[in-house]
């Protein structure tokens, strides 16, 4: 069997070519769209300050607790795309079809955060001091990337994407405001998209490396963070998010880890190596841990929610 290679410099150039075919192709699937056309301005009005306005309140917001507070995490993870901009920059390049798909991605990101911070402070959905110094907080800490090789970054931002879709996607779902639904139903599409370029690149890569693919598709499911994860107090907020049902385990298995996998033909491929064979064993034994860990979630999550209502009765 060949000897796979994993150096930075060949799996760039040899990637590049796949990477010029789906950059076109997205640049052919995506639709424009403008963030203020999904911001309802005629609510807006001057906060308190040099301005003169009304100081915020929290019986201004019309969301939910924890639609605000899912709509604040989405929208401080967007934050921080100078240093995911930094990251993929440093790592794919800023030439050629590498860097074209950098830049485009970056551009296609940054509306993301201008449109839902729009959304929440012309609605006065949230403090908007305690925004801003969650901001300043969240970016002075930046972001590393947790799998800084080529093959191990292709497999977090085709699990990652997904998982950021779904995010956006529920969480406009459970806002209760149309304006809000359409808003991340935009930013989810955009997502997919991403999702969908990178995991062709995941793909191609397989064709070319299956063994190391196989071990960093492995490395990734079994450490798997949002990028969000720095977020101060992230812990705390993720489990109200899970227990709204926007984001769980079972979510993550179910709609996000198992389709990758599945799209990739993870567990069918064949041609692997003895070593290359124990990982996917490996991956297989992660995945059945993973899904009784979401059934554990689902089954407290249920006799929680029984226990609330036993005491509203």
Same mark, same amino acid.
């Given at each position: 069997?060949?000897?796979?290679?994993?150096?930075?410099?060949?799996?760039?150039?040899? !990637?590049?070519? $796949?990477?010029? /075919?789906? +950059?076109?192709?997205? &640049?052919? %699937?995506?639709?424009?769209?403008?963030?203020?056309?999904?911001?309802?301005?005629?609510?807006?009005?001057?906060?308190?300050?040099?301005?003169?306005?009304?100081?915020?309140?929290?019986?201004?917001?019309? !969301?939910?607790? $924890?639609?605000? /507070?899912? +709509?604040?995490?989405? &929208?401080? %993870?967007?934050?921080?795309?100078?240093?995911?901009?930094?990251?993929?920059?440093?790592?794919?390049?800023?030439?050629?079809?590498?860097?074209?798909?950098v830049h485009r991605w970056t551009a296609e990101e940054g509306r993301h955060g201008t449109a839902i911070r729009d959304y929440l402070l012309t609605t006065r959905?949230?403090?908007?001091?305690?925004?801003?110094?969650?901001?300043?907080?969240?970016?002075?800490?930046?972001?590393?990337?947790?799998?800084?090789?080529?093959?191990?970054?292709?497999?977090?931002?085709?699990?990652?994407?997904?998982?950021?879709?779904?995010?956006?996607?529920?969480?406009?779902?459970?806002?209760?405001?149309?304006?809000?639904?359409?808003?991340?139903?935009?930013?989810?599409?955009?997502?997919?998209?991403?999702?969908?370029?990178?995991?062709?690149?995941?793909?191609?890569?397989?064709?070319?490396?299956?063994?190391?693919?196989?071990?960093?598709?492995?490395?990734?499911?079994?450490?798997?963070?949002?990028?969000?994860?720095?977020?101060?107090?992230?812990?705390?907020?993720?489990?109200?998010?899970?227990?709204?049902?926007?984001?769980?385990?079972?979510?993550?298995?179910?709609?996000?880890?198992?389709?990758?996998?599945?799209?990739?033909?993870?567990?069918?491929?064949?041609?692997?190596?003895?070593?290359?064979?124990?990982?996917?064993?490996?991956?297989?034994?992660?995945?059945?841990?993973?899904?009784?860990?979401?059934?554990?979630?689902?089954?407290?999550?249920?006799?929680?929610?029984?226990?609330?209502?036993?005491?509203?009765?």
């Amino acid at each position: 069997m060949t000897t796979e290679t994993t150096d930075t410099l060949v799996l760039l150039r040899e !990637l590049e070519p $796949v990477v010029e /075919t789906n +950059l076109n192709r997205h &640049l052919a %699937t995506a639709k424009e769209w403008f963030p203020h056309e999904f911001v309802p301005w005629s609510q807006g009005s001057d906060f308190d300050g040099p301005l003169g306005g009304q100081a915020w309140d929290p019986s201004q917001s019309k !969301l939910s607790e $924890v639609a605000r /507070t899912s +709509l604040i995490v989405n &929208l401080l %993870t967007e934050d921080n795309l100078p240093s995911y901009h930094h990251e993929i920059a440093t790592l794919y390049g800023r030439d050629g079809a590498w860097g074209t798909w950098v830049h485009r991605w970056t551009a296609e990101e940054g509306r993301h955060g201008t449109a839902i911070r729009d959304y929440l402070l012309t609605t006065r959905a949230v403090d908007p001091i305690a925004l801003e110094r969650a901001r300043m907080t969240h970016m002075e800490a930046g972001y590393t990337a947790d799998h800084p090789d080529v093959l191990g970054s292709l497999a977090y931002v085709s699990f990652q994407e997904l998982a950021t879709r779904v995010a956006h996607r529920n969480t406009g779902r459970v806002s209760g405001d149309p304006i809000c639904d359409a808003l991340l139903a935009k930013v989810a599409n955009d997502e997919n998209l991403h999702m969908l370029f990178y995991r062709n690149l995941l793909t191609a890569a397989f064709e070319l490396v299956p063994n190391a693919a196989m071990e960093a598709i492995l490395r990734v499911v079994k450490a798997f963070q949002m990028p969000g994860h720095t977020i101060e107090n992230f812990g705390r907020k993720s489990v109200q998010i899970a227990m709204a049902g926007i984001y769980d385990l079972r979510i993550h298995h179910d709609e996000v880890v198992m389709p990758v996998l599945r799209q990739l033909k993870v567990l069918e491929r064949t041609g692997l190596s003895a070593e290359g064979e124990r990982t996917r064993e490996e991956l297989v034994e992660v995945l059945t841990k993973l899904n009784t860990a979401a059934s554990r979630f689902e089954d407290k999550r249920a006799a929680h929610q029984a226990r609330a209502a036993a005491r509203t009765a």
